[in-house]
């Protein structure tokens, strides 16, 4: 199937002539002389009057990236980058038994991650928390005190972060 750059002339059956004026993956945008502005497939049955080869509205890859990293940046756990605190790059965690058994050996790194994961799905949760139709600003505020307490609880964490912005801070005493 070939397809029509736009400034394509067609004749549709239903719609009548028209201009190709955009095209997408699966859809010609035409302008008909009659019916206005229609979207029609690809494939849909029309009279090819005057065919213009390559005139295709193209994405850069710098547009395409750019749209991932903010549709990845919107709906992802992850937002931001976060450092480990020099001293502990490469290191690892090393847990002990009480008993008898080997020691347990993981990357800090790898542990460090998992924190920063836990962090941010915090974050989330209290988003939405906030966000949410169907709480009360009563049941709001409890939810934010019981979040609060998580990242106070996690407070002893906040060595492996290279920022002070981005330790866990939990009920400041007054």
């Known amino acids: 199937m070939q397809i029509l750059g736009i400034g394509s002339r067609i004749d549709h059956s239903e719609y009548g002539k ?13 302008t008909f002389m009659d019916g206005g502005l229609e979207t029609i497939a690809l494939d849909s049955d029309f ?3 005057e065919a213009v080869e390559g005139e295709v509205d193209t994405v850069s890859f710098f547009d395409v990236e750019s749209s991932l ?22 290191g690892k965690l090393i847990l002990e038994p009480g008993d008898a058994l080997a020691n347990k ?5 790898s542990f460090f991650h ?16 906030n966000s949410s139709k169907n ?3 009563q049941e709001k505020i409890d939810l934010q005190q019981y979040i609060t307490r998580i990242y106070g609880s996690l407070t002893s964490f906040n060595v492996l972060f290279k920022n002070k912005s981005d330790h866990f ?5 007054k």
């Open 69 to 90: 990293v903010q549709i990845l940046e919107k709906w992802s756990d992850t937002h931001e980058k976060v450092a480990i605190a020099d001293k502990w790059k490469g």
């Open 169 to 173: 801070v939990g009920e400041r005493s």
């Open 18 to 30: 028209g201009v190709v004026t955009n095209v997408s993956t699966k859809y010609y945008w035409v």
């Open 135 to 137: 709480l009360d600003d």
């Open 114 to 129: 998992k924190i920063v994961m836990v962090r941010d799905r915090i974050r989330v949760m209290e988003q939405k928390i």
């Open 105 to 109: 050996e993981l990357p800090i790194d």
């Open 47 to 49: 009279e090819v009057v």
